[in-house]
């Protein structure tokens, strides 16, 4: 028979309603197939009705939805970033010289100039491919395999950089990283992007 579970809660993202189906020893007639925009007939893939280039639109797509993941996980490090160099900076510290703000701390000072240079290079990168994809979206053309190759990138390199400056961040603020409301309990979020939209 069919089968349909849920798959329990996440760490994050709960509203995605993630669930399994599993079908055992059920066989369907060839009437079932969602087939709207294409079929199978003689066992050969076919478009149907007269819109161009079905496969592609479809397609595009899931290139806009890597686009919009790889800038919702900068946003999300960049903001984190933002909000704990706030409390760092009022958050004051013994230091060998005296009273000294957290942000001043050397190896903290290091994390987040290293995380402006990284996230600001991608952030450029991601605004670039976005430019070239609003481009064929507004003129209803398909994007050139460059771009394509471009969108995968971002969405793999954007996370990537995301979730390595996160870490690097948590590893240096101290007790504030476990608290709750910082955002960093929402770090999970970011494996979500990694894993949507294609595993990078």
Same mark, same amino acid.
């Given at each position: 028979?069919?089968?349909?579970?849920?798959? $329990?809660?996440?760490?994050?993202?709960?509203?995605?309603?993630?669930?399994?189906?599993? %079908?055992?020893?059920?066989?369907?007639?060839?009437?079932?197939?969602?087939?709207?925009?294409?079929?199978?007939?003689?066992?050969?893939?076919?478009?149907?009705?007269?819109? =161009?280039? =079905?496969?592609?639109?479809?397609?595009?797509?899931?290139?806009?939805? =890597?686009?919009?993941?790889?800038?919702?996980?900068?946003?999300?490090?960049?903001?984190?970033?933002?909000?704990? /160099?706030?409390?760092?900076?009022?958050?004051?510290?013994?230091?060998?010289?005296?009273?000294?703000?957290? /942000?001043?701390?050397?190896?903290?000072?290091?994390? %987040?100039?290293?995380?402006?240079?990284?996230?600001?290079?991608?952030?450029?990168?991601?605004?670039?491919?976005?430019?070239?994809?609003?481009?064929?979206?507004?003129?209803?053309?398909?994007?050139?395999?460059?771009?394509?190759?471009?969108?995968?990138?971002?969405?793999?390199?954007?996370?990537?950089?995301?979730?390595?400056?996160?870490?690097?961040?948590?590893?240096?603020?101290?007790?504030?990283?476990?608290?709750?409301?910082? $955002? %960093?309990?929402?770090?999970?979020?970011?494996?979500?992007?990694?894993? /949507?939209?294609?595993?990078?």
């Amino acid at each position: 028979g069919i089968q349909v579970e849920d798959m $329990g809660p996440k760490t994050t993202a709960n509203d995605l309603d993630n669930a399994r189906v599993s %079908f055992n020893r059920v066989r369907l007639p060839k009437s079932a197939l969602l087939n709207r925009f294409a079929d199978v007939r003689d066992d050969i893939y076919v478009q149907k009705g007269s819109e =161009r280039m =079905r496969i592609e639109v479809i397609g595009q797509r899931l290139l806009t939805g =890597r686009q919009a993941i790889a800038e919702a996980a900068l946003v999300m490090a960049r903001t984190l970033h933002i909000k704990t /160099a706030a409390y760092a900076r009022s958050k004051m510290c013994n230091g060998l010289a005296g009273e000294v703000a957290l /942000a001043d701390m050397p190896q903290l000072k290091a994390v %987040f100039e290293e995380s402006d240079t990284k996230l600001g290079r991608m952030e450029r990168f991601v605004a670039g491919v976005q430019a070239r994809l609003n481009e064929c979206l507004r003129g209803d053309s398909i994007p050139d395999p460059d771009l394509v190759e471009e969108i995968a990138v971002c969405k793999i390199k954007a996370i990537e950089v995301a979730i390595e400056r996160v870490h690097a961040l948590r590893q240096e603020v101290g007790s504030y990283a476990l608290m709750h409301g910082t $955002g %960093f309990e929402l770090a999970d979020m970011l494996l979500t992007c990694k894993f /949507a939209e294609g595993d990078s």
